[in-house]
């Protein structure tokens, strides 16, 4: 008899804290958060914890399966590419490359688009009109397309890659940007400022930019996902980052030809992709519903 | 209506002029633009044919002269020739885009047949497991890169399983042989599109299902049935169908991808080639010919939802 009662109730605390931590996994973003503290850190601290050099090539043992295979080696956990080069290495950091990606073209995306959206909002008229205009037309482009025929005539270069998605980023920031600061523009404490003399340039850096900083946030982290897809794709056709470094998408194509008897060349780049955008779409969902519940429509 | 109409095609003519600036602005980047069509000793273009394309793309006149020379040419429908196998660029865009349109017509059945009703199906049983499927593949589907999942689909149902052909469409076989061959690369390319348009569709019927006169259709007594597909589907219907415009682009730029990946004829396909064989004059003519798609596919698209929803055409 005590026995049983002794297993309920450790089966009761036991079904509590599970309960308590399906509370806490639904209530804050564990697992994004997770898996990109693990991409940051793996991205930062690359040639500490990557167990080879991405490029180091070893013939003998090319295309050797992940470890727990019967022929796979200890030494490479998720096997070797087709020059033998170690995949967990190569994912690693490939990790480097795709947070290269994001810093730079996000970045310099972000900052030029939220600084023309500002100036769009704030100024008005003819400036307005012009950079909204040029925001649509730039949004119906086909960036891969460009990109295409940019590779060909200026040849395959990391600042090339950036240089594209960084022109291909700012343009939602201007019509997001544009459309709080309308609305934000209209306040009385705007209007207070104008009254205590502050002039346009302060207004804008002290009273209007605070304002849309939730928003600069929240679009950049739902953008961010869609970059590196197109990074990934870029790379993938072979127009992207070149060759030797290790880029995720780059080394999807490079198993392409060895899909059928090494799937793991393709597989774990492949996969590494989708757990980093799936964390920062959810990552980007979740904060939309905290900072800014009106973006929803996104 | 008509000025919206004016006013959308504008764009896209503005948009369509902005293409061919960006793109010869590309090409006029690199030095001599004439290596871009003849490499020295390259594909043996004679000094006559050499002197003879220099004369036709005015390379000794200003830059603005260039342009407008090139866009005049442009819009005689005059491509130029490959410099593989020296054939009117139009002339090839012409056979290829068939292609292209059947994978975007299968991958855009795929999408909305897919994800519409999980769309709705996850805002009517909100907080239930068929909700939390449809928000788990809206949020998977949209990370999946297209060339993966295509990838990962030709290993497991063409290699393992062997239920699918992985490889290319065969132009002569009959048309319902070809949808065999069309399953695989549709649902790759349609994969992602299918995400965006599940997550659309469930947030605009779950506004739509919490408004006024769907309460009082409740009240009323109407059938949950009708409720959810008459008064409150075709309601919800318009932001999803406004978006896809968008949507669209996108996805005929994934279409470049899954044409490579499923060794597929058509244009995206064309324009990697064109790239791998450095023919310059077949690429700029393939990326012109796909951006105009787009732009046509959009404008079509923009148009016929303004049609749909007469608040579009005042914004």
């Known amino acids: ?298 | 209506m008509q000025g919206f109409i004016v006013r959308r095609l504008f764009t896209a003519m503005v948009a369509a002029l902005a293409a061919t600036m960006v793109v010869f602005g590309i090409s006029r980047l690199a030095g001599d633009p004439l290596l871009l069509y003849a490499k020295p000793g390259g594909y043996g273009k004679s000094p006559e044919q050499t002197a003879a394309l220099k004369n036709k793309l005015g390379l000794d006149r200003p830059l603005v002269v260039q342009y407008v020379i090139w866009l005049r040419n442009l819009g005689r429908g005059d491509f130029g020739r490959s410099l593989l196998d020296d054939r009117q660029v139009a002339q090839v865009l012409r056979e290829r885009t068939s292609a292209t349109l059947k994978l975007a017509l299968g991958a855009w059945v795929f999408a909305t047949v897919v994800g519409v009703p999980l769309g709705v199906l996850s805002a009517v049983k909100r907080a239930t497991v068929p909700d939390y499927l449809g928000r788990g593949f809206a949020l998977f589907g949209q990370a999946l890169p297209a060339f993966w999942i295509g990838m990962m689909a030709i290993l497991v149902f063409a290699v393992k399983l062997h239920l699918l052909p992985s490889a290319t469409l065969p132009s002569d076989a009959p048309l319902l042989n070809q949808i065999k061959y069309l399953i695989l690369p549709a649902i790759a390319a349609g994969w992602g599109p299918a995400a965006g348009l599940t997550r659309l569709t469930r947030s605009a019927m779950l506004e739509t299902l919490d408004s006024e006169f769907i309460k009082f259709a409740r009240c009323k007594g109407v059938s949950s049935w009708k409720v959810v597909w008459k008064h409150a589907f075709r309601n919800a219907l318009i932001p999803p169908l406004t978006m896809s415009a968008l949507m669209l682009a996108g996805f005929l730029n994934g279409v470049v991808v899954v044409e490579v990946v499923f060794a597929w004829p058509g244009i995206g396909r064309l324009a990697l080639d064109a790239v791998w064989n450095n023919d310059f004059p077949l690429l700029t003519g393939t990326v012109l010919g796909f951006a105009g798609l787009i732009l046509i596919v959009t404008f079509l698209a923009d148009v016929a939802y303004a049609y749909i929803d007469p608040r579009i055409r005042y914004r």
Not at chain 1, 55 to 79: C, D, F, I, M, V
Not at chain 1, 117 to 127: L, N, R
Not at chain 1, 256 to 280: E, K, Q
């Open chain 1, 1 to 298: 008899m005590e026995e049983t009662v002794g297993i309920s109730r450790r089966f009761g605390v036991f079904r509590m804290s599970a309960r308590e931590g399906l509370h806490i996994l639904r209530r804050w973003p564990v697992v994004p958060v997770v898996i990109l503290t693990t991409f940051v850190v793996a991205g930062i601290f690359a040639p500490l914890i990557a167990p080879h050099s991405p490029y180091e090539q070893n013939l003998e043992a090319s295309r050797t399966p992940p470890a727990w295979y019967a022929k796979g080696s200890a030494k490479y956990l998720l096997g070797t590419d087709y020059v033998g080069r170690d995949v967990l290495s190569r994912l690693i950091h490939g990790a480097r490359v795709s947070m290269l990606v994001m810093a730079i073209s996000m970045g310099s995306g972000l900052l030029v688009g939220s600084t023309l959206g500002v100036i769009a909002g704030y100024c008005g008229g003819w400036s307005e009109e012009i950079l909204m205009r040029l925001a649509d037309v730039w949004w119906s482009l086909p960036f891969l397309l460009v990109a295409l025929v940019a590779a060909v005539v200026l040849g395959q270069s990391f600042g090339l890659v950036l240089g594209i998605l960084a022109l291909s980023a700012w343009s939602a920031f201007v019509r997001n940007v544009r459309a709080e600061v309308l609305s934000l523009k209209t306040r009385d404490y705007v209007a207070l400022a104008h009254v205590a003399g502050a002039s346009h340039v302060r207004t804008m850096l002290r009273h209007i930019v605070p304002g849309v900083t939730n928003t600069i946030v929240v679009i950049a982290t739902l953008q961010v996902g869609g970059l590196i897809l197109a990074e990934a794709s870029l790379s993938f056709l072979g127009v992207g980052i070149p060759a030797p470094r290790p880029a995720w998408g780059l080394m999807v194509a490079e198993g392409r030809d060895y899909l059928v008897d090494s799937w793991w060349i393709p597989f774990f780049p492949g996969l590494a992709i989708f757990l980093v955008v799936m964390s920062l779409n959810f990552l980007g969902d979740w904060l939309r519903d905290r900072l800014d519940p009106r973006l929803r429509q996104l």
